[in-house]
């Protein structure tokens, strides 16, 4: 029978997985969506590959952004959370 700091880990290591796969789904499948609105404007204008190219590089360098800043908070509050960092934040209590 698990115990409940099993099941906590087990849960958190899903959740994180999950988060895993929305953020590479993200990186991958909005440039290729942002790409073939891209295209289509060149079909439409004559103008190959240009739109095509810039949508794309312009999404996969904001979704890429936009990752990286997650994850710097996310480790940035992973610190802050850490027993000895609060430790440290917490003002020693003075004698009479």
Avoid at 3 to 10: I, L, S, V
Avoid at 32 to 40: D, N, Q
Avoid at 59 to 72: D, P
Wanted: a negative charge; aromatic letters at 12%.
């Amino acid at each position: 029978m698990p115990t409940a700091m099993t099941q906590n880990r087990q849960f958190h290591n899903r959740q994180s997985a999950g988060d895993a796969l929305s953020i590479a789904f993200e990186l991958v499948a909005t440039p290729a969506v942002f790409a073939f609105f891209g295209w289509l404007i060149d079909r439409a204008l004559g103008t190959q590959p240009i739109f095509t190219l810039v949508l794309c590089l312009l999404t996969a360098s904001y979704t890429s952004w936009k990752a990286m800043r997650a994850y710097s908070e996310r480790m940035e509050a992973y610190d802050r959370d850490l027993p000895s960092r609060r430790a440290e934040s917490q003002p020693e209590s003075a004698d009479g």
